[in-house]
């Protein structure tokens, strides 16, 4: 993601049930794919615990972007399935990014940037 100009950051953060992980994980893994593909999509990133609370952060180009993954017809049923059976709890902030800044430590100047 390299981009300087305004953009926008879906941040989603949820707690799961107990619940079978490879029914979730597939279709995670489906909404990943399906979302790289939406026009607008910039990147995502992901980060889970052992007793199943994660935040995902999708990037987007604008709120319209946004409007149009949340229309997807495969979204809006993982979103129901989540709801019926996969979270105990979750939260979805959308946010306006100004200025995002990446660092990396192994020396190479040009992933130390403002993106």
């Not at 029914?23 to 615990?49: P, T």
């Not at 952060?57 to 604008?62: A, K, L, N, V």
């Not at 946010?95 to 995002?100: G, L, N, P, Y």
Request: charged share 25%.
């Amino acid at each position: 993601m390299n981009n300087n100009s305004p953009h926008y950051a879906v941040i989603f953060s949820s707690q799961t049930t107990e619940i079978e992980k490879s029914e979730y994980m597939e279709v995670a893994e489906r909404m990943v794919a399906l979302a790289s593909h939406q026009e607008g999509f910039m990147g995502m990133e992901n980060i889970q615990n052992e007793q199943g609370f994660s935040i995902m952060i999708s990037y987007w180009d604008s709120l319209t972007a946004i409007k149009q993954w949340k229309k997807n017809t495969d979204h809006y049923a993982a979103r129901k399935k989540g709801r019926e059976s996969w979270y105990k709890t979750f939260t979805v902030s959308i946010c306006k990014i100004e200025h995002m800044y990446h660092f990396a430590s192994d020396g190479d100047d040009n992933k130390s940037q403002v993106i």
